[in-house]
């Protein structure tokens, strides 16, 4: 019953910033717990960055913990994810999740509802 969208993607220049954003609709409770994940070709889906519905504690993976910011605008029902000193690594698609169940997790197995992504490329 949740739908996610993604948008913002695109390409940028290493050490630049994109933000990404996660539109969010449908019936989502305040311990929703919202997470952004990342997939490159020939590799697992990565965890990025996950936080409550109703906003609070942020938590994010040890690659992306010091240059990537999570947050909800509550007026524009969005999760967005701003992103700042990319590098080639960041390259991936990019996708909004959600998890009912309350806790944060790091697993995308966890994660019941998905967006369908969106491509961020970063070029040297």
């Known amino acids: 019953q949740v739908q996610l969208v993604e948008s913002g993607g695109g390409l940028v220049q290493a050490g630049g910033s994109l933000s990404l954003s996660c539109a969010a609709s449908?019936?989502?409770?305040?311990?929703?717990?919202m997470g952004w994940f990342r997939q490159a070709p020939g590799k697992e889906r990565e965890f990025v960055a996950a936080?409550?519905?109703?906003?609070?504690?942020?938590y994010y993976g040890d690659s992306v913990k010091d240059r990537f910011t999570i947050s909800r605008d509550h007026a524009k029902n969005t999760i967005n994810l701003q992103m700042n000193s990319l590098e080639a690594e960041d390259t991936a698609v990019y996708y909004c999740?959600?998890?009912?169940?309350?806790?944060?997790?790091?697993?995308?197995?966890?994660?019941?509802?998905w967006g369908q992504g969106t491509q961020v490329t970063v070029s040297s």
């Open positions: 999740a959600a998890d009912p169940r309350g806790v944060v997790r790091t697993s995308p197995r966890s994660y019941v509802y």
């Open positions: 449908g019936r989502i409770f305040s311990n929703y717990v």
């Open positions: 936080m409550a519905w109703s906003g609070g504690t942020t």
